[in-house]
């Protein structure tokens, strides 16, 4: 089954020449299914880059899903057209009514920030604290995943001096929590950022369990006992070439990155990267939406209840 998209959105085209199966509202009218209804939150400047990432995860199951694609405030991104803002999202808080199966939160780049001087952090608490009654199970990526662990738990963050940049191997650690079916015991995700939360605080809050980690990462998938938290601090949505734009970004910007880990072959930045991370990350967004969305839902949305 599809998604269900604008159909003016550019990621449908991008979608459709990887032979990916959306649909425009009209088309979905005519389905007699009840579809699941999942927003995006998306906080990344590149606004078209990250929808397609997203959207082309969420595409792979029998489910149909509308998505809404929500904005925190009015100010157009360095990277995205007023006019594409205006015509594909919604803001918050003309959705603030509406109840979701899912909801999904994007990274965002502010990694040297202290959450109180980002410049939306009350309307983000706000959006954090709503989603407890409005959403069933709320998905919370990199950054974001953070800062809900900060809001909800306390439990604040400390900044690497360098950032955590390429694709590493991960250990899982409930073969038998149904995120993780079908997952390998070793599988491989992308990292970006300089952000850590410990193991030990993860493991100090009641209802809360690892899924996955590495030595070198540490926590990769974190969740809620009740399904209704997802916490995912790295990035399996990323194109093959994300890392490298990135990595050359910020060398052109004279900032002397490291490279990459286990992302160029030799380390080379001048060769194509390697990709072992995409069927995980799939893999991942099927079950969040099967198990943890789906199967966990209420046919009317009116009868979600508070998460506490």
């Known amino acids: 089954m599809p998604i269900k998209i604008p159909s003016e959105l550019p990621a449908q085209s991008i979608l459709f020449k990887e032979n990916i199966f959306v649909m425009d509202k009209q ?50 991104p360095k990277h995205t057209s007023q006019e594409h803002m205006d015509t594909f999202y919604h803001s918050f808080d003309n959705i603030a009514h509406k109840k ?40 919370f990526s990199c950054w974001a995943a953070h800062a809900a662990i900060y809001h909800y738990y306390g439990i604040n963050r400390t900044l690497n001096k360098n950032k955590l940049s390429g694709v590493f191997a991960h250990d899982v650690q409930d ?38 980690s590495s030595e070198r990462t540490g926590a990769y998938i974190i969740a809620s006992e009740d399904k209704r938290q997802v916490f995912v601090t790295g990035h399996p949505e990323y194109d093959p070439h994300t890392l490298a734009q990135e990595y050359q970004r910020d060398v052109d910007a004279g900032l002397s990155p490291v490279i990459p880990e286990h992302y160029f072959p030799g380390d080379d930045p001048s060769k194509s990267p390697m990709v072992t991370w995409r069927s995980h990350g799939t893999l991942l967004f099927t079950n969040w939406l099967n198990y943890y969305v789906y199967q966990t839902t209420p046919y009317d949305l009116n009868q979600l209840s508070d998460s506490k």
């Open 100 to 139: 979701y199966d899912g909801l999904i939160v994007t990274g965002a780049p502010l990694a040297h920030l202290d959450y109180a001087d980002v410049k939306y952090w009350d309307k983000m608490t706000t959006v954090m604290d709503w989603a407890k009654r409005h959403v069933q199970s709320t998905l």
């Open 27 to 76: 088309r979905a009218e005519t389905q007699d299914i009840r579809p699941m209804e999942v927003g995006i939150l998306n906080l990344m400047p590149n606004k078209i880059e990250t929808e397609v990432q997203f959207l082309r995860l969420l595409s792979n199951t029998p489910l149909q899903v509308n998505v809404d694609l929500i904005r925190i405030d009015n100010q157009a």
């Open 175 to 212: 073969e038998h929590n149904e995120l993780m079916r079908g997952f390998d015991p070793v599988f491989y995700a992308p990292h970006s950022r300089f952000g850590n939360i410990s193991l030990e605080q993860y493991h100090s809050v009641p209802g809360l369990n690892v899924l996955a």
